[in-house]
């Protein structure tokens, strides 16, 4: 292989061997951190590998939960003795990208082997995966508060899709990730635009998608065209859209906390930092 080849190659390599390895040795990498809701399901079909824990409020699961999961609350995972030495998936609403890679990194020093459920229950019911129980409406499973954003976004997964024209003047968000800006007035065509500006991403594998409009008004029909044409990432809503986020925004600058994010985390760095 010539020496221009080589060169050309490198930057290539690098990225591959720092987005597997960590300082320790141990492989990190993205497939090691989530499952997907289709590869789950076969898994369960074939082997039933996995113990499944749900850890979303009691009342929600009693409502609705895949077949086979049980409930226990995040904060209780780590002290669960018959925990250790299996093979589990976490499941949430399908947003918690920092929360859970966190919390996957102190169980896995408890002997626990986890996985995360890319996309939740959320992603599992827009499949039509097999639910036990029954949702009216999962809508409200694709919406989020600008509190939760904030604490979830320091993972390094989001996409923010800006329909309101003013994210970035007003700097309500943090550069935590790509801010791709869409037209509101014409949300129809939203799919094929959106999908065309995914691909130009680098990283596109496990994806977080959070929509911010203005004031929450486009959200139902947006998410009317996503199901219909069955949106590949798993995605959200800010609820009351910009409106709220400068709210909040406010708010922490009222408080004094102007700007004190939370220190960002890579899921393909060295030890996710």
């Given at each position: 292989m ?23 040795g ?12 289709e ?49 589990i ?11 859970l ?8 020093r ?13 992603m ?11 949702i ?5 499973l ?7 954003f ?28 790509p801010v ?5 007035s ?38 009317m ?46 030890d996710?930092?």
């Open positions: 010539s020496l221009k080849r080589i060169l050309t190659l490198l930057p290539g390599l690098i990225m591959i061997i720092v987005s597997v390895i960590d300082a320790s141990a492989v990190h990498n993205i497939d090691d951190i989530y499952i997907s809701c590869n789950l399901y076969k898994e369960q079909l074939s082997s039933n590998r996995y113990l499944l824990i749900d850890i979303r409020a009691p009342q929600e699961f009693q409502r609705f939960h895949i077949p086979g999961s049980i409930n226990i609350s995040i904060l209780s995972i780590p002290h669960k003795a018959f925990l250790k030495g299996r093979d998936v976490i499941i949430g609403r399908g947003y918690e990208c920092g929360t890679f966190l919390m996957k990194r102190r169980i896995k408890k002997g626990i082997s986890a996985k995360l459920l890319y996309g939740g229950i959320s599992w019911e827009r499949l039509n995966l097999p639910l036990t129980g029954h009216n409406d999962s809508f409200y694709r919406v989020i508060t600008p509190l939760v904030k604490k979830e976004s320091i993972c390094n997964r989001w996409v923010v899709i800006d329909l309101s024209g003013s994210i970035r003047e007003e700097f309500l968000i943090p550069d935590k990730g791709l800006s869409f037209d509101s014409n949300t129809k065509d939203l799919f094929n635009k959106l999908l065309k500006k995914m691909d130009r991403l680098k990283d596109t594998k496990f994806l977080f998608i959070l929509f911010v409009d203005r004031n929450g008004d486009t959200y139902n029909e947006i998410d065209e996503l199901l219909t044409k069955s949106f590949p990432y798993n995605y959200f809503f800010l609820d009351g859209g910009v409106y709220s986020l400068k709210r909040f925004h406010n708010l922490l600058k009222r408080a004094g906390m102007k700007g004190k994010y939370q220190k960002r985390i890579c899921h393909t760095c060295p996710g930092k």
